[in-house]
């Protein structure tokens, strides 16, 4: 079938080029018109493994004019985000792409869909309202403006970059709160093979285990992700000292902005991340639908 004469849904397993440039022209069309910061990574799109289908894309006359997207790493749990073209909502194109998704993910026995949606988003919120998915949790993404540095150092308190040998240890202070242990280790797995982009990072304090965090190198900013301190060293300063430690960090390896998120009702570590100078720049609503596997 050629470019122009495309119609309707495709889905895909793995994304060419030209597909990816017109998802990314499609993200923008949408950012501007709504004035959203859509959350989808092209990293994660040029790197599909060709292994299951997480792409919908639909198509009116040639142009992209909807797209669904799922999460690569998840088995049991699958994070969504998507959009339509502001000339062709109100046409049924973003629950064709849906209900496809959908099935295609009860067929592959997984068992939430979650579903990402930015909160000044009236539309998004008002599709998911169709769903049956109920609202789960809200984060900030925050940026660093001003950086405020304590400079506290603790004696006994090292932090090194993760190697292979850390994975058992980096999953088990990240499957604390989820429990998904499968899950979590296979992403870690598939990210510390990833040296170039993503940075992992423990934390001890004289010789014990204190934490985990990660730097994602991405295209316009460079990210803070899996921010863990066990469970008994909270509170303490710890986290603060690791954070400090890793934006000195993140600065020598690029002049990229430092952004992160966190778990609005978190007031913790809100006010941590207020502190050391970062800014709220937008919040995004998570919503989760409970599937009936089929498998």
């Not at 790197?47 to 792409?55: A, F, I, S, V, W």
């Not at 240890?169 to 990833?194: C, F, P, Q, R, Y």
């Not at 960090?249 to 690029?254: E, L, V």
Request: glycine share 10%; net charge negative; hydrophobic share 35%.
């Amino acid at each position: 079938m050629s470019e122009d004469t495309r119609n309707g849904l495709v889905a895909k397993q793995t994304l060419t080029p030209d597909e990816i440039v017109e998802i990314s022209r499609l993200i923008d069309i949408c950012n501007a018109h709504d004035r959203l910061r859509m959350r989808i990574g092209m990293e994660m799109l040029r790197e599909r493994r060709g292994d299951e289908t997480n792409d919908f894309l639909y198509y009116a006359d040639g142009q992209l004019v909807g797209y669904l997207e799922a999460d690569s790493y998840g088995r049991k749990d699958k994070e969504l985000a998507g959009m339509v073209h502001p000339d062709y909502r109100r046409q049924g194109i973003f629950t064709t792409l849906f209900t496809t998704a959908k099935e295609e993910f009860e067929r592959r026995g997984v068992q939430k869909l979650i579903f990402i949606c930015e909160h000044i988003s009236e539309s998004g919120r008002a599709f998911l309202a169709t769903t049956g998915a109920d609202y789960a949790y809200a984060e900030h993404e925050m940026w660093l403006g001003t950086f405020h540095e304590r400079g506290r150092r603790s004696e006994g308190l090292l932090m090194r970059r993760a190697d292979a040998g850390d994975i058992n240890t980096i999953v088990s202070l990240l499957a604390t709160d989820s429990g998904n242990v499968e899950d979590v280790k296979a992403w870690v797995t598939e990210l510390m093979g990833k040296p170039g982009q993503y940075w992992l990072f423990l934390a001890t304090l004289n010789d014990q285990t204190l934490g985990t965090v990660r730097l994602d190198f991405m295209e316009e900013v460079t990210g803070i992700y899996a921010f863990e301190v066990r469970l008994g060293y909270r509170g303490l300063g710890y986290g603060r000292e690791m954070l400090e430690q890793l934006i000195h960090i993140a600065r020598a390896a690029s002049k990229k902005p430092i952004m992160l998120d966190v778990e609005t009702g978190n007031t913790n570590a809100v006010g941590l991340y207020l502190s050391c100078g970062f800014e709220v720049k937008t919040t995004y609503d998570y919503y989760e639908l409970n599937l009936e596997s089929v498998v």
